[in-house]
């Protein structure tokens, strides 16, 4: 299966295999038809001659993304984040269309750093994050995490310690935690970041995928920067990754910053290769005018509340009082800590543990992988692996959800064959 990425290999090839660890929309969630739909009315025989020019998509594109999807894009937005606390509307001049989050973050790193600066991060996170800023020579900075996000104590003392370019967090449903930070501490951390001007990254491609349309997160933090003051200010980054799907690599960055956009329009790849995936682009703008995209949106959360649900009651079945869950209230992830015998068959040997969730056809991702790695291993940074090494973030959106319960009886059935093992060790506790 060298056609898709390493991770999604397994579930792939084997449909009797339960995927709980890769975080994109499962394939059975993914809303094909209007896609198709909407990339023949792109590119299908009515789209061009003889009833009217070819494409203009066909050329290299607008250096931001076509207008006519930012301000689609803008639109959809508007509409769908008023109610947000906070919130700011976004006009197109605001967005520069990516070929998706990460290509988005490795262009602001060569745009806004230099080879040596620091960049502060959430020490839980998004656990392919480090290796962008580290093929840009950056040294990653750990700040601490609370249940409601970043450590806003912590990120003060880090930020004058280290003097960082920039911070990343993931502030809304993050990942793999859930936490999402509140109002408040979001107009903190701005204040913070702008007294020692240190541009902001908001990572939010989890933004649009609340449970309950009754508690709505809080505005993307680009709408917290009111442009005061010189300093480089904030960038939300987007994608339709997790919204759609992720093979279309395409997403957004949005600042009420004229620079911060332009850092990534002008970057010299894009300014070559003309606006990112123009043909790709068109087609999404017409899910959005034709409202396909606010359709499937629509029912993605269900389907993801739904998810929550029903693996939150197979964990209480499968562990008892043995599991501590965090409910989500949004985004792809569950994030779960197991305790007792089975906590410490989770936090045993971390090749022991895969290996035998392999052998009962399931995967996990275990929370000590979502922990940055230190040159130097601290003790603050041990303790966290360790504690974490016992919870696992669990996908919602991949794996249908009739196969979870079976999914949860196989980790269940996976670690107990562990525990009894006599090579079984534990991680040491939390100190
Ligand atoms: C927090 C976070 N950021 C970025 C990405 C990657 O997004 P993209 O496909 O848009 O590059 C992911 C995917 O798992 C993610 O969870």
Request: aromatic share 6%.
């Amino acid at each position: 299966m060298e056609d898709v990425h390493p991770l999604y290999a397994r579930s792939v090839s084997d449909p009797s295999f339960v995927d709980l660890e890769a975080g994109a929309p499962g394939l059975h969630l993914v809303p094909t038809c209007a896609l198709a739909s909407a990339m023949s009315r792109v590119l299908g025989p009515s789209a061009g001659p003889p009833s009217g020019p070819p494409p203009f998509c066909m050329l290299y594109g607008a250096l931001r993304g076509p207008l006519s999807l930012r301000e689609a894009l803008c639109e959809y937005l508007n509409g769908e984040l008023a109610r947000c606390e906070g919130y700011v509307r976004a006009s197109a001049r605001e967005l520069c269309v990516t070929n998706g989050c990460s290509q988005a973050l490795d262009t602001l790193c060569s745009r806004l750093c230099r080879p040596g600066d620091v960049v502060l991060a959430e020490r839980v996170t998004y656990f392919l994050c480090q290796s962008v800023f580290e093929d840009h020579g950056l040294r990653v900075v750990p700040v601490e995490v609370t249940v409601d996000g970043i450590d806003l104590v912590d990120l003060e003392a880090k930020m004058a310690e280290h003097h960082p370019r920039m911070l990343y967090l993931i502030p809304v449903y993050q990942n793999p935690t859930g936490a999402t930070l509140p109002h408040a501490s979001r107009r903190a951390l701005v204040a913070i970041a702008r007294r020692h001007a240190c541009a902001v990254v908001a990572d939010e491609v989890y933004q649009l995928l609340w449970f309950d349309a009754a508690r709505l997160p809080p505005a993307p933090m680009c709408c917290y920067d009111d442009c005061a003051g010189d300093w480089p200010g904030v960038v939300s980054v987007c994608t339709f990754s997790k919204l759609v799907c992720p093979g279309l690599r395409l997403g957004w960055v949005q600042s009420r910053r004229e620079a911060l956009v332009e850092a990534v329009g002008s970057a010299g790849f894009v300014v070559s290769g003309g606006g990112l995936n123009p043909v790709v682009a068109a087609a999404v703008c017409e899910m959005l005018r034709s409202g396909d995209l606010a359709e499937h949106v629509r029912s993605f959360r269900a389907a993801l509340a739904a998810a929550a649900a029903e693996l939150s009651s197979a964990l209480v079945r499968a562990f008892g009082p043995d599991v501590e869950i965090r409910e989500p209230e949004g985004g792809f992830f569950l994030w779960a800590a197991l305790r007792g015998s089975a906590g410490e068959a989770l936090g045993g040997d971390s090749a022991r543990v895969v290996q035998a969730l392999a052998s009962e056809g399931v995967a996990l991702k275990r929370g000590d992988l979502c922990v940055l790695r230190e040159g130097q291993q601290t003790a603050r940074q041990a303790a966290v692996s360790a504690r974490c090494a016992r919870a696992m973030r669990l996908c919602l959106a991949y794996c249908p959800r009739e196969r979870m319960s079976e999914g949860v009886d196989r980790v269940h059935r996976a670690l107990a064959a562990l525990g009894s093992s006599p090579a079984a060790h534990s991680a040491p506790l939390d100190a």
